[in-house]
T-cell receptor
């Protein structure tokens, strides 16, 4: 079975440009998570969806970040305009539950973003 | 704010050695998960512990959840180069729908 699929794997963009990251969760999973990972702050939950509905977006750093899940098999994370401090690895993950108390979260391979 | 502190931050050992890494908090968690992340990949779940004092074994890896459910440890026996990676712990709380993540222990096992 295919795991969580993310694209692009790597992106280098100039400050001010729009960045769109894409994710296809595992079929049948009803929770989708967007995480950001940096050396300094580790893994940070940005937003998560349940049945395509955003449940908690309190981790989204600011209005420049937005996420959508138009259907059960696709989600996007958009940064507009991008800034150098947004450089990080962005992970999409999916789960059949909230991801706690024994339920497994499956991560994609990540999208490595560099904003110059 | 709930925090999970992992120690040591970095660890470099020789193949065959034993090691223990720690995950500590002042908060109580209903569950604690351990993940391993290899370079260029996403984290992969190794184990979940939910009961205070629980011990789980996964081949050469032994995981323990503290009696008070505030801390956890991971012990690796006879480490191998394939154990190299970033070990992350993540805690879940009853009414909190988010996992709290530690910063990880970066382990290098040299042949």
């Amino acid at each position: 079975d295919a795991g969580v699929i993310q694209s692009p794997r790597h992106e280098v963009t100039e400050m001010g440009q729009e960045v769109t990251l894409r994710c296809k969760p595992i079929s049948g999973h009803d929770y989708l998570f967007w995480y950001r990972q940096t050396m300094m702050r580790g893994l940070e939950l940005l937003i998560y969806f349940n049945n395509n509905v955003p449940i908690d977006d309190s981790g989204m750093p600011e209005d420049r970040f937005s996420a959508k899940m138009p259907n059960a098999s696709f989600s996007t994370l958009k940064i507009q305009p991008s800034e150098p401090r947004d450089s990080a690895v962005y992970f999409c993950a999916s789960s059949t539950r909230r991801g706690v108390s024994g339920n497994t979260i499956y991560f994609g391979e990540g999208s490595w973003l560099t904003v110059v | 704010t709930q925090l999970l502190e992992q120690s040591p931050q970095f660890l470099s050992i020789q193949e065959g050695e034993n090691l223990t890494v720690y995950c500590n908090s002042s908060s109580v968690f209903s569950s604690l998960q351990w993940y391993r992340q290899e370079p260029g990949e996403g984290p992969v779940l190794l184990v979940t512990v939910v009961t205070g004092g629980e011990v789980k074994k996964l081949k050469r890896l032994t995981f323990q959840f503290g009696d008070a459910r505030k801390d956890s440890s991971l012990h690796i026996t006879a480490a191998q180069p394939g154990d190299t990676g970033l070990y992350l712990c993540a805690g879940g709380a009853g009414n909190n729908r988010k996992l709290i993540w530690g910063l990880g222990t970066s382990l290098a096992v040299n042949p």
